[in-house]
């Protein structure tokens, strides 16, 4: 309270240049909109002057996946070489849990070995939940694989499983290196952190073609596209963390006469355990968010389940399988969660071999013993089709009675938002003169971050209308920004109740959770169903996916309010509301706008989505160039999606660390 | 008294391995040219899956390996290329083209014929429309204002809405709406998937509706409706403006028929000669595919049952494809 007081008693109201920049910026835009200066070329970007960079990239690409020689070998071999590697675990594991081996023995008989018995798995797994010590978490365990084993996803949760379970170490090994290797060099960092944001906002539609070239149709690409999208989160983290670790502890370190390698392994990366592990969280929630579009280059499994019912419209079976995948991610991640927590124990002798190992011991002797007996007792190796049940048929009449009975409120519904919020917006985004607009985000770009922010600004938004996408990244950005708006608006509030209620916190983390592991098609399709093709139904789906950080971040933010604030408040007589509009929502609000960056990042990422419904930006041009077999195009429209993330979130940033400091909170961090 | 549990354990697993992996040996197949497995896509339509199936499990009695990949339409076309599957599922010229042409042309992709099936795409309606269009199928009546009233939604106000495929499938309803004077606007669904899914949840609340669909499909089997009737298509109508009713401008007509191809990837012609050969052999009428996707789609039977019956209940028609 005093200290945002005194704050203002010492910032002079006086309005600084760079401020006045951006209402010069503001008039540049009126006066080349309304044509009071007469530069039609500002207005529209001349066609005359597009670069077409998809051609030229097309060509590149092309020369890259079928003629660059690397000498010995050529770039493809290469990378069909790195493909069959990644297969290798892949295949191993799908062999184990779904397919079992089949040797080939003297005389040309076949042996076949049966995969592992699913009553065996599900024993070893629930075990391994029980001996975590966390009760809750064993009772979920048992209850997830009871499901999918009793609505007959068996083999599809397997399927999906093999291919998860390595690409999430994958994952975690890489970021974990290239994190530590941009926390040592400088070089690194400078290259690693752009590439990262390149890989987190580029739509995979847009690299799927070369992807699927390179490295062959099947678990490899899959896996491949997946790690694209699923590793940055844990580099990030790591070279964050590395940053944080406090002068003491690598002091404490060299002093015990640590190598730099010890150091590093033995020391620093221990010590930021707890915090590597919302890395590995991520990881794994964003390899599952892959889940689909990994099944269709060849992973298959419950991803294919999803597509394969939605597109015939059978939603329940569609959102059992979608069920599936978001108990596989949140049983994947607790275990391991549960497993970081465990402090090391430390004796003074090793343990013998046998206490060591005794529960894996029993766990291995528990899934092959039920698989053997399985070959007599076919129950225990397979869940017989009799036994299973499916509620597919509940839900889907539960999307026909509210599309029947209800639509006379949802058309209404949709009417006025199309009417006052969509059009308005769009038609305001798309009306907008380029340069005018290149003009004022610089400017913003200027009074936030300086020279360097401005200059980056200015050359990202450019080449989106130099190679001829302004208007379909306007729409992109009229939606996102729509969606962000919403978002932010109904998810703020959500985060500020749930943090003041317990009861309300914990529901709101299922909802939340549920959210962002449920694969978007799932919903979309009856988000279809009820609001018809069109950018409505987008932004239904959009928003959906995209509240759930502004939920966590504004949640989590006023947690983190020192409580000697609101103590201070409180004693001041300040009442509940006063406490959270003059000291809570102002000291959390770093946290809330970092909720948004992520809201907008999420909102940017479900651009593909939008396309699959329907509407005519930026994610539409990657699948025109997929069916087009035109890579460049789709890889240009997508650095467009990337440069309008990296300008969004660079301002955002800038935005927060200068409140920051203007509130005081950088020491406290 | 560990030790000993886990001497017995260790050799309980030994000794039923063996058991077990002795109880477990299978006959081998005979298998003619190679026992690599035939990849064969499964895009996951009913009417492409069936179709697969049956090819899939014809070839497998000859004594192939077969491994049914699931794939997307258009990517699948890339992994055909590159020799990473083997048999693409059908590709429609009406709408994938673009990616057939290139495909073929690159030398890496065999086109293997036609399936037989003369495959109709166009703008199509559920029965009760008419009530809101009198005269249809005639394309005239989409000329009426109360027709282009019930059809209009708050995205096209004041014109009508027709509901069409993705933009890549390449329609030319613009073209053709503007020759023909109809006031109606394009709406583009993104996907198959919510294309499918506006116009299904619109039949269900009996919402008047106007949308592109195609046949052999699971809609039009499921939903009494019909195909909207242009004047008939001829060459002239797309490349010569005097052509048809509006003399200025072309494609005043219905659209061509298509053709559903088949692929596959180049090298495995040395392979499994024979599983090609089965497969340029193949043929299906529209008619029999028709009844096929109803016995799926309405029935509930599943694909690959689907397409077992079919193989059992017509050897006459596949035998000679074997031989």
Redesign the interface.
Known sequence: MTETKLIHAISPPRIKPSIALIFVAILAVILIKFQWLALPWANDYPGTWVIPLGDSLSVKIKWLVNEADLGLFTFKEFTRAIGSLLNVPVLFLRGLLVTGFTVEGAHDALLHIPPLSWLGITIGIVLLAASLGDRRLTVFVVISFLYVAFVGLWESTMLTLASIIVAVLIGIITGLLLGIAAFKWVVMDRVLMPAFDFMQTMPVFAYLVPVLMLFGYGPAAAMVVTLIYAMPPMARVTRISLAQVSGETVEFGRIAGSSARQLMWKVMLPSIRPRLMVGVNQVIMLTLNMVIIASLIGAGGLGFDVWQALKALRIGQGAEAGIAITLVAVVLDRISQQFAARRPVHRNTAPSFSKKYALLTIIVAIVIGTTIIGHWVPVISRVPDSWTFSTGKFWDNIIDWININLYDYIDGFRRFFFIYLLKPSKSFMLSLPWLGTVLFISAVGYHLGRLRLAILCTVLISFIAIVGLWEKAMISAYLVGVCVFLASIVGIPIGVISAGNERIHNIVQVIIDTLQTLPSFVYLIPVIMLFGVGEFSAMVAVVMYAIVPAIRYTDHGIRQVAPHLIEAARAMGCTRMQILRRVQLPLALPDIMLGVNQTLMMGLSMLIITALVGTRDLGQETLIALSKVDPGRGVTAGICVAFIAIVAGRLINAWVQKHKSELGLDAAH | M??II?KI?IR??IW??A???T??????ADVPESKDPVKIVMM???GDNIIMFIYGELIKKLGYNVEY????Y??????VG?G??HIASPGWDTT?K??LD?AFSSGNVLNMGNIGIAVNEDWWYPLYVKDYCPGLPDWKALLEPDCVNALS???TEPKARF?SG????GGTDPERIAALDLDFEV????????????L???I??K?PIIAWSWEPY?IPALYPGEFVKWPEYDDACYDDPSWGVNSSMTHDCGRPNGHMWKAAWAGGEKIWPKAYDVWRKFTLDAKTAGELVFQS?VEGMDTKAVAQKWIADNESTWKSWLE
């Open positions: 560990l030790k886990r354990l309980t697993i039923g391995l058991f077990g992996v109880g477990m040996t299978v006959a081998k996951g339509y009913s990949t699931p794939a997307d258009i990517g699948q076309f890339t992994g590159a990473d599957l994938a673009a990616v290139e939604v708050v995205e509901l993705p933009l890549e499938w709406i583009n669904a993104g996907s198959d998937g919510a294309l499918s899914a506006d299904v949840a619109a269900k609340r919402q699971w789609d």
